[in-house]
């Protein structure tokens, strides 16, 4: 069966330093999102992307943040200059169509220290 | 502003009870909502989604239903297993981006 992955499936950074956060989408899915999910708190949308742009975004995805498919199969987030606070566990998910089924995958945590 | 809430935060049932999950939003205009499970430390697995139009879907031993006039949805499980035990999460999608709008989930621990 399909699945969205990610690598790495943790990561550990110091703050300051940049990260890169990948997935590789379901192979016929054109709509493609980041969620992040700090412990113990909901799962909150970054950012959703759909003919290589950004569709929408939330609060969060400040200048810090940037997302890119590099490829035809790719789909990263990279985070610039990390802090405490980005740490979180990150999700990749993608859809087929818009307001269709979103698939996760098994996310990357991201330690900052 | 879409706020999804869901009760209880947590349950514990012996194993073979049907339960209820229960979740509800503050914007019904919503395109559709969709249950997850989520295992500690895991992704989020798809269980079932129910488009705006509809008012139930049905996979296994799982039935959701949806009322979208009073912002409610229901999770029912029904024979319950101790591989059940997990988060059940509820989300709605909204916008033309077809962003997903969280709750805090029910932590369900289902007992021998």
């Given at each position: 069966?399909?699945?969205?992955?990610q690598t790495p499936s943790h990561q550990v950074t110091q703050m300051g330093q940049e990260v890169i956060l990948r997935c590789v989408p379901i192979s016929n899915h054109l709509?493609?999102?980041?969620?992040?999910?700090?412990?113990?708190?909901?799962?909150?949308?970054?950012?959703s992307f759909y003919n290589n742009e950004i569709s929408e975004?939330?609060?969060?995805?400040?200048?810090?943040?940037?997302?890119?498919?590099?490829?035809?199969?790719?789909?990263t987030l990279k985070i610039r200059s990390t802090?405490?606070?980005?740490?979180?566990?990150y999700f990749c998910a993608s859809s087929d169509y818009r307001n269709t089924e979103a698939f996760f995958g098994q996310g990357t945590r991201l330690t900052v220290v | 502003k879409q706020e999804v809430t869901q009760i209880p935060a947590a349950l514990s049932v012996p194993e073979g009870e049907?339960?209820?999950?229960?979740c509800s939003?503050?914007?019904?205009?919503?395109?559709?909502?969709?249950?997850?499970?989520?295992?500690?430390?895991k992704g989020l697995t798809s269980l079932?989604?129910?488009?705006?139009?509809?008012?139930?879907?049905?996979?296994g031993r799982l039935n959701a239903s949806l009322d979208k006039s009073?912002?409610?949805?229901?999770?029912?499980?029904?024979?319950?297993?101790?591989?059940?035990?997990a988060t059940y999460l509820c989300a709605v999608s909204t916008g033309t981006a077809s962003k997903l709008t969280f709750g805090t989930g029910t932590r369900l621990q289902v007992t021998l």
């Open positions: 069966e399909p699945e969205v992955t709509y493609f999102y980041w969620y992040r999910q700090i412990l113990g708190q909901k799962v909150e949308f970054l950012v975004k939330s609060e969060i995805f400040d200048d810090q943040f940037s997302v890119e498919r590099p490829d035809g199969s790719n789909f802090k405490l606070e980005d740490s979180a566990m | 049907n339960l209820v999950l229960n939003f503050t914007d019904s205009a919503i395109y559709n909502l969709q249950w997850f499970r989520q295992d500690p430390g079932l989604l129910i488009q705006s139009s509809q008012r139930e879907q049905t996979s009073s912002g409610r949805s229901t999770l029912y499980i029904a024979a319950s297993q101790p591989g059940d035990s």
